[in-house]
T-cell receptor, first 114, second 116 residues
């Protein structure tokens, strides 16, 4: 059974700092990994999706990397802003030739202090 | 392009009452998911549809939960009767397989259910 862990559970940083969020998974047979952000009381917004054949994806100030062999993904946020404050979740889709139950981590709650 | 639409956004009911949630996925998305998210946790899959077929409902408490997606478009999730432990946010998501899309999931805003 795939287990997805995100550490730390919460993070507080001053505005302008670069930061890294971590996502670890136990089964390396994955199809893709997706990073989301969730604002309080809202649904999930997709940030980046990395295919198993890729090592990283970039969108604006966000960069996500994937190391399947070590079961890790990181989300790098450059020059953090107060608007980045949210909970960030990663989700792993297995490479199982058809059955595609996605497993989510419990998230990292980020607070960027002005 | 319209996103995933869910209604209602909030619902407060007494235990033992029924409740229903509605979801309209992104146009053209053949896969629809219902998730339940408890406070401080990641979403957990309740049921997944491929078109109108439920292909994964192993986590759906079938004694009180039911779902349908009759025409392969919008979907309804029902709880009857509701219990205190059902209080959570119910999220709907959709995805489609197109070249380069890779089953990327798009979520609706969710329905926050409070059972008193």
């Amino acid at each position: 059974k795939q287990e997805v862990t995100q550490i730390p559970a919460a993070l507080s940083v001053p505005e302008g700092e670069n930061l890294v969020l971590n996502c670890s998974f136990t089964d390396s047979a994955i199809y893709n990994l997706q990073w989301f952000r969730q604002d309080p009381g809202k649904g999930l917004t997709s940030l980046l999706l990395i295919q198993s054949s890729q090592r990283e994806q970039t969108s604006g100030r966000l960069n996500a990397s994937l190391d399947k062999s070590s079961g890790r993904s990181t989300l790098y946020i450059a020059a953090s802003q107060p608007g980045d404050s949210a909970t960030y979740l990663c989700a792993v889709r297995p490479d199982s030739g058809g059955y595609q139950k996605v497993t989510f981590g419990t998230g990292t709650k980020l607070q960027v202090i002005p | 392009e319209a996103g995933v639409v869910q209604s209602p956004r909030y619902k407060i009911i007494e235990k033992k009452q029924p409740v229903a949630f509605w979801c309209n996925p992104i146009s053209g998305h053949n896969t629809l998911y219902w998730y339940r998210q408890n406070l401080g946790q990641g979403p957990e899959l309740l049921i997944r549809y491929e078109n109108e077929e439920a292909v994964d409902d192993s986590q759906l408490p079938k004694d009180r939960f039911s779902a349908e997606r009759l025409k392969g478009v919008d979907s309804t999730l029902k709880i009857q009767p509701a219990e205190l432990g059902d209080s959570a946010v119910y999220l709907c998501a959709s995805s489609s397989w197109w070249a380069g899309d890779a089953y990327e999931q798009y979520f609706g805003p969710g329905t926050r259910l409070t059972v008193t």
